[in-house]
């Protein structure tokens, strides 16, 4: 995918400020710091386009970036892991579980995961989540130019087998390299054309 223009769209604390529905989305989900906002700068080729930043959990908001004017790249919350009080939490629940459930077009979401760290039941129950809803899950482990090449193969083969059939075909990039996203762009094209040719 070329992209020509991409920007802010949305900064939603509740569903009323969810930008207008009509394009099609893909959103982000995962832990927070995972590299979400990273990602979407990689994949648009922009540097400082999706805020990010060390400090985890800091983002309460679902940020609509629309890309090319065709799409929308949507930033989710860290997804449900965030060590906050129990208003926050319902808050946030309240808040992603209405993005999910609003009704829009959402033609897939992708998950986020650090492939140091083992695949839990809360990440299986979010590709369940998804798949249930209709949403297509796509998998994606990041920091990927983290993991020296020497443990590469042996860690995609654990992370394959905690996933139990669950995810096929997970995709493995370093945003700040670069690795692997010409092949999650393929991924994401695959999605909005096969959105475009619906009715
Ligand atoms: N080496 C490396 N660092 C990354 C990658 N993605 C994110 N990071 C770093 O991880 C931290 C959190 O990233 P951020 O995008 O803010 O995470 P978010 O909270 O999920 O949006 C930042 O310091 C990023 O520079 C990656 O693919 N490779
Ligand atoms: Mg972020």
Known sequence: MRITQA?????????????????PEIAFAGRSNVGKSTLINALVGRRQLAYTSGTPGKTRQIIFFRVNGAFYFVDLPGYGYAKVSQAERRQFKTLVEGYFNAG????????????????????IGFVHYLRDLGIRPVVVFTKWDRVKSAQRSALLKQRQAEFAG??????????????????????????????????
């Open 7 to 23: 920007e802010l769209a949305a900064i939603a604390a509740s569903a009323r400020q969810f930008p207008e529905k009509g394009l």
């Open 104 to 123: 829009r077009r959402l033609v897939g979401c992708v998950l986020l995961l650090d492939p140091r760290r083992p695949v839990g039941e809360e990440e």
């Open 166 to 199: 669950a995810v096929k075909k997970p995709l493995y990039v370093g945003a700040r390299t670069s690795e692997g996203l010409e092949l999650l762009w393929k991924e994401l094209d695959k999605l909005l054309a096969v959105e475009e040719g619906s009715p």
